[in-house]
Each structure stands twice: as C-alpha cells, then as structure tokens.
C-alpha cells in the first residue's frame, strides 16, 4: 500500500522577499480599492509578469494572511495629450486579492 500526499495537505511554498518584491510592486490607493478593504480585498500593482499564483504565494508569505482568491487586470497604454505633445500613460496590471474572512493587512501603519 503506497502512501500519497493529499493535495490538500501538501505543504505550502514559501516565496523569498526578494521574489515577492519583484512581483508585489506596491498597495494601490483609490477611493474604490480603500472601499474594497471593508470589504476584505485588497488592490495591489504587480508585475506584468505576475501570474496569480505567484500573486498569492506573495501576500502570504510577506503578510502572513490566508488568500482566497485573485483577480488580476490589465490596463492597456493610453495616449495622453499636453499642449502640442503626445506622450503615453504607462500600462499596469493590478490584482485584486480576497483575503479569508478575519484577516486584515495593515496598509497605513504609522498614519
């Protein structure tokens, strides 16, 4: 009789913080993602190599948290017009992070 791991029970992988800071970039600030922290989701920019599961792998391991689940968006470039020049706003991929119920991240320690 063999005995096999339960996918269930198969230990996490714990992300370096170096790795992590490549792939959280910083917490992003809105009026809409504060709302969202009520409502246990949190709003990050990554990378744009960033795959949700390397998303997960770094809040839990830099914060500590059990993660539900991911979402991830990506912003297109825009075109942006000043006067007689045409510049280019930067494209972005943020996630949107739910986080089990009862946890918390602490985003504004010392404000």
């Known amino acids: 009789m063999s005995m096999t791991p339960d996918k269930k029970n198969?230990?996490?992988k714990s992300v370096p913080n170096a790795v992590a800071s490549r792939?959280?970039?910083?917490p992003?600030?809105?009026?809409?993602a504060h709302f969202a922290i009520s409502l246990g989701k949190y709003v990050f920019h990554v990378a744009s190599t960033a795959t949700?599961?390397?998303?997960?792998?770094?809040?839990e391991s830099v914060?500590?948290?059990?993660?539900?689940?991911?979402?991830?968006?990506r912003t297109p470039r825009k075109r942006r017009v000043f006067g007689r020049s045409v510049g280019w706003k930067s494209a972005m991929k943020k996630a949107i992070v739910t986080l089990k119920k009862g946890d918390s991240i602490e985003l504004f320690k010392g404000v």
């Open 63 to 73: 914060y500590g948290v059990s993660v539900v689940a991911v979402n991830m968006v």
């Open 52 to 59: 949700k599961q390397s998303v997960k792998q770094s809040v």
């Open 10 to 12: 198969k230990p996490k």
């Open 23 to 26: 792939v959280l970039l910083r």
């Open 28 to 32: 992003r600030m809105t009026e809409k």
